[in-house]
């Protein structure tokens, strides 16, 4: 073999060997997320100095009637965080509370617990649904006014209309606080419009919830680091969004629509488990005083093919195989239902599965090479709404 020869089969070697594998491993990620999303910050923290910005309002109840009110200021000149606070005296049940600091924002804050959404809703004329946001507030916003669901002023449009976040609004993103009190803000908007938003649990709402911090953007790792607490300290249980979030749902039934994270497995059949008692069963987890361990809390509400991290309808695993058919069928019976729409495995367009019976809808919100979108429902027919406004049917 002459040199020349040589060279040409060792390209022709590289190519097969690794060019080819790093394009495909976009789908092939044992996670289900694309590699830009799938990887955790490993650097020194300590290197980054982000620029200006300030994270909040966060607010922390002292007693029934006495709010702290404080944001968290980076100034990227002096590398420095600072706090700015303030105490509230909350007379009534409920307060629309102004921001601090140049914040126009107002925030709605609500004394005791917050109300269960219910899980079954019928004759709803339209919905949107949308994929796992992941801290992406600024590609959020565009789409929400593309599909006019929110005006320039980010207030509900939308009508008597439900808007469906599919779960996982946290992590990876370095905008999670403002996309937690956008949807905040636009739930209570809806409600008062006749409409309804439903912000379903994702695997990584529970994940902060419990404490595991593994996937926050290094904004967010620095600043905690600085300020000596654990980022779930922002949510527990006595913070007006730590309240908030524990009163969400898993999984929605709309007219015969189900709507939930991961999906819902043949597991789940054989446990006989109704839609109210999965959201009451991971409810349940996220309380302080659940009185089970960490063994039977795995074993009874996040056992591997449980609702926020399955993946059986788009891959496989070491628990469990792709669903089947029937399997399906059964799960569809079950629940009453024509149709399952999941987030958490990303794809890179809205897509039917196994014929019409499944709908991916987790198109990564913020990748440099997929259209961002979201999926309309309505008059019976289903659209991609992008950006700018346009949509594009689907069935």
């Known amino acids: ?154 207030n509900w449009l939308w009508g008597n ?62 600043m905690c680091k600085r300020l000596m607490i654990n980022y779930s300290r922002f949510f527990k249980e006595d913070t007006e969004l730590g309240k908030w979030l524990r009163s969400l749902n898993s999984a929605v039934k709309i007219n015969n629509l189900l709507f939930v994270h991961g999906g819902i497995s043949p597991e789940m059949i054989e446990k006989n488990m109704s839609l109210t008692q999965i959201n009451e069963e991971i409810r349940m987890s996220l309380k302080s005083d659940h009185g089970k361990s960490q063994a039977e809390l795995m074993k009874e509400v996040y056992f591997p093919a449980n609702p926020l991290w399955y993946r059986g309808y788009l891959m496989k695993t070491r628990n469990y195989s792709i669903i089947t058919d029937e399997e399906l069928d059964k799960v569809l019976n079950y629940y009453d239902v024509e149709r399952i729409f999941f987030g958490h495995t990303e794809v890179e367009e809205i897509r039917f599965l196994k014929k019409g019976k499944l709908v991916a809808v987790n198109v990564p919100m913020g990748h440099d090479d997929i259209t961002e979108q979201v999926l309309l429902i309505e008059g019976g027919k289903y659209y991609r709404t992008f950006n700018d406004g346009s949509k594009e049917i689907i069935e």
């Open 161 to 222: 209309g439900h808007v469906v976040f599919i779960g996982d609004i946290f992590d990876r993103g370095e905008k999670v606080t403002e996309s937690l009190y956008l949807v905040k803000k636009l739930q209570q908007q809806a409600k008062i419009n006749k409409g309804r938003l439903h912000l379903l649990l994702g695997n990584h709402e529970i994940m902060v919830l419990m404490n595991d911090a593994r996937y926050i953007a290094p904004k967010y790792k620095k």
């Open 1 to 154: 073999m002459s040199l020349y020869q040589y060279v040409r089969w060792l390209v022709a070697i590289i190519c097969i060997c690794v060019i080819f594998p790093v394009n495909a491993q976009k789908k092939k990620l044992s996670s289900g997320a694309f590699s830009k999303y799938d990887k955790v910050f490993r650097g020194n923290i300590d290197d980054i100095n982000l620029p200006d910005y300030t994270d909040g309002p966060h607010f922390s109840w002292i007693d029934s009637k006495e709010v702290r009110m404080w944001y968290i200021d980076h100034l990227q000149e002096e590398n420095t965080i600072s706090i700015i606070e303030k105490r509230l005296k909350i007379k009534k049940d409920s307060a629309l509370v102004k921001g601090l600091k140049g914040d126009k924002n107002k925030y709605w804050l609500r004394k005791g617990k917050y109300p269960v959404q219910k899980d079954e809703f019928n004759n709803v004329g339209k919905i949107l649904v949308v994929g796992d946001v992941h801290g992406e507030y600024d590609a959020l916003v565009n789409l929400l006014k593309g599909a006019k669901v929110i005006d320039e002023e980010l």
